[in-house]
């Protein structure tokens, strides 16, 4: 990799409660000190700054229906969330809703009175729409071995809702997650995802890959998706724009109107709350924010729970080892080799991890595969190791040991393995 193009990669601000030192690199092959631009700088306030309600004379118009303040208030220190624990309120997990059907573009179709999300929060003049309840029941299971593990299995239900709901509600529970390494994946070339994909599974391998085909709502035409849990989103500029409408109430000239369909009468007309130029420095701050570096990558264990991974074909959607193509002005992330652990591509995991929901070409049970690079930090950055979309993974087994459909035969490898072996690929996970 050419150290040159690195140098403006965010490194400092990522996990930077923690381990302000080593995250440089993807390939983890040299020492660049990272430095930080002056629009990454304000990418990076932009991206923690606390919306209030409006008129205020900085970071105004929050709501008037929001699930949360900041970006950063959900994707804590540019890592992840977590579904809220004992009696807690929603917080960095939200709920999308649809009803049967789809929009116009083809989406989701929304609910009347509350649209395509459910916001807890509202500023005065509007209603709180509800919130949703969660209970876990467990599921107990063992490994040949005799060890034990215990799945947690949610149940969601939408309460204290303002108004009526309609028949045949759908809810997708979603947890933020992290948000580095973005500008890599949004840069690998569409040919690349689509010849990965396997949609009839030819190699009978059991694995179907397919890509997501959204709606770009800028060029008004279908695109490939590559963001958001079930690859539901094009592109970073049209993710960030619909968060910060979606998620904060906040309007940009992507997303102008507010999001408050039930209650649209309650707001005065106004312009637009976020301008180009903020929503701009938002969205190459996602595009450069650098992925943590590997850490012992060459310990014994964690090389052999990196071949143990590939011989379960964990490997077969979580791609090791992926090509960017060329990005005009951003030569950062531009023909690098990276090594995400994702094809980007959605895949059905089975009716346990099934939200019945579908999003654009998504089912309800398929999800994006998860890019497992930097998952090793997340208790360090995040004190918590709550994974899967919807947090309801207590460590990495109880992911892996969620994985069903396509991904049986790999899960059923990796319960196969002696204790031994097991333990070397969840070292090897915490490496990456
Ligand atoms: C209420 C919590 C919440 C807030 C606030 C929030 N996000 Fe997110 N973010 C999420 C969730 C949940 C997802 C996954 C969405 C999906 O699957 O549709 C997500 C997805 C993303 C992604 C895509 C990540 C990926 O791996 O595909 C980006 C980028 C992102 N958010 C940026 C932002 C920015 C920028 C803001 C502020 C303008 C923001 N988010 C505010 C919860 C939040
Ligand atoms: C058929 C494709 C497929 C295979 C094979 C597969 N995975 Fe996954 N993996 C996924 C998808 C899709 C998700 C996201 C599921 C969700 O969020 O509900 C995921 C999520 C994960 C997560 C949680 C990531 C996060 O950020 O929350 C871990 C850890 C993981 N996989 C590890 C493994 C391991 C280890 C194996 C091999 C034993 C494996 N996977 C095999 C597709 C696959
Ligand atoms: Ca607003
Ligand atoms: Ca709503
Ligand atoms: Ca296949």
């Known amino acids: 990799m050419n150290s040159t193009k690195k140098e403006t990669l965010v ?18 092959s040299d020492t660049t000190t990272p430095s930080v631009t002056e629009e990454n700088d304000e990418g990076d306030v932009a991206f923690e700054a606390k919306f209030v309600t409006a008129p205020a004379s900085v970071n105004s118009g929050i709501g008037p229906l929001y699930n949360n303040i900041s970006c950063a208030s959900c994707h804590t220190s540019d890592g992840r969330g977590t579904p809220p624990r004992n009696g807690e309120e929603l917080s960095s997990m939200l709920f999308r809703l649809s009803i049967p059907g789809t929009s116009p573009e083809g989406g989701p179709n929304p609910v009347p009175g509350y649209g395509g999300q459910l916001h807890p929060r509202s500023t005065y003049g509007c209603s709180s729409e509800g919130t949703v309840r969660i209970n876990y029941s467990e599921i107990q299971g063992a490994f040949p071995d005799g060890e034990t593990y215990s799945l947690r299995q949610p149940t969601y239900t939408l309460i204290n809702n303002y108004t009526t709901l309609p028949a045949g509600v759908m809810l997708s529970p979603r947890v933020a997650p992290p948000v580095f390494g973005l500008g890599l994946l949004e840069a690998i070339p569409e040919n690349v995802l689509t010849a990965n994909a396997d949609e009839t599974d030819a190699n009978k391998d059991g694995i179907s890959g397919r890509p997501n085909y959204v709606f770009d709502v800028v060029n008004k035409r279908t695109a490939i998706g590559r963001f958001g849990l079930k690859s539901n989103m094009p592109n970073l500029r049209q993710q960030n724009a619909g968060a910060y409408n979606g998620d904060m109430g906040i309007t940009t000239s992507v997303f102008p109107d507010e999001n408050s369909v039930g209650q649209i009468q309650a707001i005065p007309a106004h312009p637009i709350e976020v301008d180009d130029k903020t929503l701009d420095a938002v969205v190459h701050y996602t595009r450069t924010l650098a992925v943590p570096a590997r850490r012992n990558s060459t310990d014994e264990t964690v090389k052999r ?15 090791p080892t992926l090509t960017t193509g060329s990005v005009a002005d951003v030569p950062e992330i531009s023909n690098q080799t990276i090594h995400p652990y994702t094809d980007l591509l959605l895949h059905d995991l089975g009716d346990g991890l099934s939200d019945g929901r579908p999003d654009f070409l998504a089912t309800g049970n398929e999800w994006r595969t998860s890019p497992l690079w930097g998952i090793g930090l997340t208790e360090l950055v995040n004190g918590h190791s709550n994974f899967l979309h919807d947090g309801r993974a207590r460590n990495y087994i109880e992911a892996i040991m969620w994985h069903g459909g396509e991904a049986t035969n790999a899960r059923d490898n990796f319960k196969k393995m002696p204790k031994g072996d097991r333990d070397a690929v969840v070292v090897f996970l915490r490496s990456l």
């Open 11 to 28: 490194s400092r601000h990522i996990w930077k409660a923690f381990i302000p030192l080593v995250l440089f690199c993807f390939s983890c």
């Open 305 to 319: 729970g990196k071949q143990l991974f590939i011989e379960a074909n964990c490997s077969g959607c979580h791609t």
